[in-house]
């Protein structure tokens, strides 16, 4: 099944890689349709499982597939004069144009808001900067190691105290702004609904660093300390720590005192119930009382396996969580239940696990998901939609408007 949420919104995607792709891709699995616009050599990420160990062919490309899955595919010159009056038409047609192209190739091919506006009134307008589009560094090219994770601050303040950087997971500041992105459109766009008037949406990698870390942001301002010393959490319940098997189980017990006494339990620990540096929030909080402690669990976790752990932890309804590895996900039940993940075939015939957008509706049902187009494989069918004739088509082949 497809939600049809968004059924008779079009959205002209000009994206590259990762970020605003995937709001393209969102709204696609919602029923919108979303005509994906590349140059005739193709969105560079349809490459970048290459980097990753991960096939990249048009049989079987399955990073191409989870950002661009359930859009049609057009390839469009627009350097080339007929090409960007094929674009202009196509916008004619759009609710929506998303594009994380930098601000100034924007504005070169007549694309920047401030050129569209006038023509269409109506259109929604989204997209996606590193840095913002105002200061000395609007015009930096940004991508998600560098605006989000190191701009950000999460590049150096999460690796341990006295380690190098860490190395950032790849996409999750790209697709953090894409789910902003979303937001940001979405909401545009029931406001033209209501009123005729189009809007401009900016979001930027750098400014979703901020909103995700925005409790460090605030902290560190009072005084906080990032990076963390391991032995000195927020509290000994709020940390990780590694099991006899080598895997680590991470515990977020907020209140602190009501659980004190089942968490003892569940841990076999009686002989601190009653100690007065550990048993009250106030107390272990102290930086000699955390260490000491958080040092004691950790003597006291390695004894036994995880499960050990953690069947006594469900039993007490302690919250605790089996720190995962990114390749237990594919394979979990809970994860495959709620579909949060779904087999998909790729042309090639091989199958893997395609992780789903986050949001549901009222089913919960997976989504279909129609394969991410090959380069300009949707293009007689989306400009034949849009009035151009097979003859037209040919001669825009000719011109080298379109691939």
């Not at 979405?186 to 925005?214: D, F, H, P």
């Not at 720590?241 to 017990?253: M, P, R, S, V």
Request: charge should be negative; include cysteine.
């Amino acid at each position: 099944m497809k939600p049809d949420l968004l059924k008779g919104i079009r959205v002209v995607d000009l994206t590259t890689y990762a970020a605003a792709p995937g709001a393209g891709r969102m709204m696609a699995d919602w029923g919108a349709d979303v005509i994906k616009v590349e140059p005739f050599a193709g969105d560079p990420m349809r490459h970048f499982g290459d980097s990753m160990g991960v096939p990249a062919t048009d049989e079987e490309n399955p990073i191409w597939e989870l950002e661009n899955g359930n859009k049609r595919g057009v390839s469009i010159d627009m350097k080339n004069p007929e090409g960007k009056k094929v674009m202009m038409k196509l916008l004619e047609t759009a609710d929506a144009f998303i594009s994380n192209v930098r601000l100034g190739s924007l504005k070169k091919m007549g694309l920047d808001y401030e050129s569209l506006a006038p023509k269409f009134p109506k259109l929604v307008w989204g997209h996606v900067s590193g840095y913002g589009i105002y200061g000395e560094e609007a015009a930096r090219p940004g991508f998600d190691v560098i605006s989000y994770w190191a701009r950000g601050g999460s590049l150096v303040d999460l690796a341990p105290i006295g380690h190098p950087p860490i190395t950032p997971p790849y996409g999750i500041g790209d697709h953090t702004a894409s789910l902003v992105l979303l937001g940001g459109v979405l909401g545009a766009l029931m406001r033209e609904q209501r009123t005729g008037q189009g809007e401009k949406v900016e979001v930027s990698l750098y400014s979703t660093a901020i909103w995700v870390n925005s409790l460090m942001v605030i902290s560190t301002q009072y005084g906080d300390k990032w990076p963390k010393d391991r032995y000195l959490p927020s509290t000994p319940f709020s940390n990780t720590y590694q099991c006899k098997d080598g895997e680590w189980i991470t515990l977020t017990i907020i209140a602190y005192e009501r659980y004190w006494k089942a968490f003892c339990e569940a841990m076999e620990i009686p002989e601190v119930v009653d100690d007065a540096r550990y048993n009250t929030l106030l107390e272990v909080k102290k930086p000699e009382n955390c260490r000491a402690f958080c040092k004691f669990l950790e003597e006291t976790f390695i004894k036994h396996d995880s499960a050990y752990w953690m069947e006594r932890l469900s039993a007490a309804d302690i919250a605790f969580e089996h720190s995962a590895h990114y390749a237990d996900t594919a394979t979990d039940k809970q994860a495959i239940a709620n579909h949060y993940v779904e087999p998909f075939t790729m042309k090639s015939g091989k199958q893997f696990m395609l992780p789903m957008c986050p949001v549901q509706f009222r089913e919960n049902a997976a989504i279909d998901s129609a394969p991410a187009p090959l380069i300009g494989e949707h293009n007689e069918e989306v400009f034949k939609s849009l009035g151009y004739t097979d003859a037209e088509i040919q001669a825009l082949r000719d011109a080298k408007a379109i691939g």
